[in-house]
């Protein structure tokens, strides 16, 4: 039974569902926002008539549960709709809007700089975390027996740029193994223990893509200074994920997807990097001299669809409506949610942290022992329509673990039925078994879907 304030609350929200068909999806969670600015974000993470107004700012297919929102994630409509509007007016005439729109989306480095924390002169737009990453993983000077450490648990693309590197310049790449989940001093020792006189950077994820396991970045970037070591960091989980300072974590460089957390449109990306350290990197495609240390140097592409960057300003105030601790408070607690009720299952591992102080929010990974998890994940898609992806090691220059598990990402736009429909579907695995289909498995794709391709 709803009481007053439940109520009017209620009739608040539906009103809202309606009105927000039509208008503004920014504006309506900012009000809704407002409403609940009162109250700590753990007590908004579990105010359904809150998050009811988020979920009605997408135009999903809930004919699926979709808990892959590690690999990408639907825009807000309010984004998509800003990047046909500028679709539409650079396509009048793009010899002149295009130029224009590329002057005014300065506006968006200033307010992307604001929000995560650094100087606008240290943010660039890219069209994601590969291309951020590899800006700077092939933009430094190596020579032949220079060392870079990474991990076994790294993505895989940014595995195979170092891959390149040691083939083309003869670098050594030394890749750490780590257990999951572990504790940041653990992972602070392997690094400091693994340091050479020859290593001269330092790669790793703040949170990884596979069972979201949390490096201690800043502790990490002060080791690595105090040696003249570079730190690259891949945050392509991390920002608009969880709420934290990009200054702060002391790296030089940092890339992110800007599309899966901050829910950007498709195509958009950042680079961090320290301002003293820009000249240090050279650009993807060649810049003058005279942009030695400009920021700016690393997004020339030639000509390229600025209506796609210009939605990142919609998407961007999106998150800032809803709150960055408001969100991260709601992911963890639809993480908790599932891991909470099938962690009492002896068979079920849970390979992320649950521990407080929060180190999981909308990433965490899972198996059940005894069943292989490409076929549970198989069994998932199948059965209950629930997206989700199976993690298993491969070999170099992919990510190389002994760990099975299943990762599990949902989103803001994710409910609580969807959750407890997950719950009931490894509860069914546990029970009855799934059937086993691993040569079909292995041979490709599950519905139309690469594994390899979505995590
Ligand atoms: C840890 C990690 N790094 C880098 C990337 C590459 O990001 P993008 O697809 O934006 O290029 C991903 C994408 O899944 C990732 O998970």
């Given amino acids: 039974m709803l009481n007053r304030r439940d109520f009017l609350r209620f009739c608040g929200a539906m009103g809202a569902a309606v009105s927000i068909l039509k208008a503004d999806a920014v504006e309506r969670v900012a009000e809704a926002a407002q409403s609940v600015a009162d109250r700590s974000p753990e007590e908004v993470a ?8 988020v979920q009605l700012a997408f135009k999903l297919d809930r004919t699926l549960i979709n808990l892959n929102n590690g690999f990408t994630c639907p825009t807000p409509r309010v984004a998509l709709e800003a990047v046909w509007r ?23 480095r200033l307010r992307m700089a604001a929000e995560f924390g650094c100087d606008p002169e240290e943010m660039a737009l890219t069209r994601g975390a590969s291309e951020a990453l590899q800006i700077v993983q092939n933009g430094i000077d190596l020579k032949s027996g220079d060392e870079v450490i990474t991990t076994e648990q790294d993505y895989p693309r940014m595995l195979t ?8 310049d003869g670098i050594k790449v030394t890749r750490l193994q780590f257990p999951v989940p572990t504790t940041q001093d653990d992972l602070y020792q392997r690094f400091e223990k693994a340091i050479t006189p020859q290593t001269k950077v330092f790669h790793f994820c703040h949170i990884t893509n596979l069972t979201a396991q949390l490096f201690p970045v800043q502790r990490l970037s002060r080791l690595a200074r105090s040696k003249g070591i570079v730190t690259i960091v891949d945050g392509a989980h991390a920002l608009g994920h969880f709420p934290f300072k990009l200054r702060d974590l002391e790296c030089d ?8 957390w901050l829910l950007a449109p498709i195509g958009n990306g950042c680079l961090y990097v320290r301002r003293e350290m820009i000249p240090r990197f050279w650009p993807l495609q060649a810049a003058p001299e005279r942009q030695d240390a400009d920021i700016r140097k690393f997004e020339a592409i030639g000509t390229h669809p ?10 961007l105030a999106f998150h800032q409506a809803i709150g960055a601790e408001r969100k991260a408070a709601r992911l963890r607690y639809l993480t908790l949610r599932w891991a909470n009720a099938l962690k009492k299952h002896p068979r079920i ?6 521990k407080e102080p929060p180190e999981t929010w909308g990433v965490a990974a899972v198996n059940i022992e005894g069943i292989d998890v490409r076929d549970l994940a198989r069994f998932l898609m199948d059965k209950y329509r629930i997206i989700a992806v199976p993690l298993v090691g491969g070999a ?3 990510p190389v673990f002994d760990y099975q598990a299943l990762r599990v990402s949902p989103n803001v736009y994710t409910t609580l039925e969807e959750i407890d429909t997950f719950v009931m579907a490894m509860e ?13 498995a292995r041979r490709g794709p599950v519905d139309g879907v690469d594994w390899t391709d979505i995590i």
């Fill in 46 to 53: 579990r105010d359904e008539f809150f998050w009811r107004e």
């Fill in 86 to 108: 500028y679709m539409d007016m650079i396509n009048m005439l793009p010899v002149h809007y295009q130029g224009m729109i590329a002057r005014n989306v300065e506006t968006i």
């Fill in 161 to 168: 740029t170092w891959d390149q590197r040691m083939r083309r």
């Fill in 253 to 260: 460089a940092y890339g992110v997807s800007l599309h899966k």
């Fill in 306 to 315: 600025w209506a796609i960057r210009a939605g990142l300003g919609e998407a």
């Fill in 349 to 354: 591992r849970i390979l992320s942290s649950l």
């Fill in 396 to 398: 170099p220059p992919n």
């Fill in 428 to 440: 069914d695995a546990l029970k009855g078994g799934v059937p086993s289909n691993l040569a079909a």
